[in-house]
């Protein structure tokens, strides 16, 4: 260790409900120890270790998942914690479990809400974190709330240094940009990133190289940091083109998209060459809903959008919400006819959920319908606000009902993928998913009877 070095713990929290000290630790007992268990490690987490790690520091990860937080055992003299908003409670706890050692947390929540962290900690961070974290890290930074500086370069930023976990991830996540250019009102990336910045394919390309170099070829690809990987077409066509002539042919590559990009032929050829799975946010099938939440999309497109890419070969990842003030008992049923017709052949739908810093969140404390601030339910699973057309504890119960009907036994059964082992561990993993969550929803409902009607701003 260089003189003048510090020994630095990262930690990773998870949201409650996914750590086992909410009771369920007979299956992450399991998954503790399987390789795929670094999926829950945020890139933040390794990015940050990576920094400090370049900069001559001892620097350790430690994943709140694996049960690896101890203060006993840790004897870091920084602790470094990356928290979201469902997962800040659990940050707040773990720092109180180091009084003595300089604690620092960031992220997307404590960016949106720095006095409230600012209560449990040494530092916080707003925004992204590079241009301050070595001078915070090495004491030259006095300030409780640091704002950290916009990256404008991301080709400067170095490649993820993977032997700082135990084990290799089971897909690799590459973030080859930072914002958005759209302004959706329930969004953090927009609230919290600002516009786009790019990556070069150059700089992309050569931190796959780097990576196979080191551990091996790639067999998974996680584009899905990135709002929209193919927002810059030729900057997707020539990453994928150039991965292929590199030689790098992963089975799996998931990106997210716009729906608008069904009407470009040209990259939906390219992107079905390469065997891409697009994840979309479709968000909503009533325009009246979409237009609320400033969603640029036509809602006359999407089953056409889905179609077109489907004939192409590309498998498309659906993303819903329910819970705008439009919405109904009727919204539900209205998804899952679109998903039967639609076969699109993934599908996720969230609870409308106020993050702090969001304009959404802004506009329901204005309106006084947030009826709690226990941020471990803010996941896009738990009704938190006052919806308009139902009560919270019916929405709730909705929702539930949707996932018991979709993802139901026969879910799990079903012909067309029983036999794809890999699509067979996803659904096993969201099955289980839901049995937990709906144990853990039993407390849940007996909290919306009690509290929602009350207003906590
Ligand atoms: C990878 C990822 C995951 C992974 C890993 C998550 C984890 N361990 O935290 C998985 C798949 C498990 C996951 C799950 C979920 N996720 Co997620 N996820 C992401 C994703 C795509 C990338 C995060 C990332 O690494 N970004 C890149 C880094 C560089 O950016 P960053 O995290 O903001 O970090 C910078 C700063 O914030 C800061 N910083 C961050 N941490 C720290 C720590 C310190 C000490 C310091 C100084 C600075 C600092 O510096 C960094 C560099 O500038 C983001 C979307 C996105 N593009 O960011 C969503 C995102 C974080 N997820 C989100 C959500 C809602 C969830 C789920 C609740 C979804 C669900 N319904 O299941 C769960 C909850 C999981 C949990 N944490 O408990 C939301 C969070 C919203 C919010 N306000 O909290 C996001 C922003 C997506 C979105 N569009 O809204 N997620
Ligand atoms: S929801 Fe998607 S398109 Fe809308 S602002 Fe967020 S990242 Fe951008």
Redesign the pocket.
Known sequence: MNIGSKTIA??????????SHRGYSGFFAKIRTAEWSN??????????ATILKNAGHSVRIY?D?QNEIDPDKMNEEII?????????R?AYEIARLFPGRKI?????????LPHEAVEYVD???V????S??VD?VEGRIKDKI?Y?ER?KNLDALPFLDFSLLKNLPDIL?V?TS?GCNSRCN????AS??GTYRFRSPENIINELLNFRERYGEIHKI?F????DFTFLRKRAMAVLNSMKAEGIRPKVIAANSRLQVYKDRELLQCLSRHNITLCIGIESLNQAVLDGYQKEQKETEILEAIKTLRDYGIKVMGYFIFGADHDDKDTLKKYSEFIDKSKIDFF?V?VL?P????EFYKNLVLQKRLFTTD?TY????HITFRPAKMTAYELQKEFMDFYKKKFSLKFLLNPRWLFNPEILRNKLLIYTLRKMFNRDMINYYSFLEANSSKTIN
């Open positions: 990262v930690i990773n929290t998870l949201a409650n409900v996914y750590a999926i829950f490690i945020s890139p933040a987490v390794l990015l940050i994943n998942l470094l914690i990356s928290s979201i908003t469902p997962s800040s659990r620092i947390m960031g992220g997307v929540h404590v960016s949106a530092h916080v961070v925004g992204e974190c590079e301050k974290l915070l640091v950290g990256v996540p973030q930072r329930y969004c953090t990336i919290m990133y996680d899905r940091i990135d709002a996720q969230s959920t993050y702090p810093g969001t941020w803010y996941d896009g699973l």
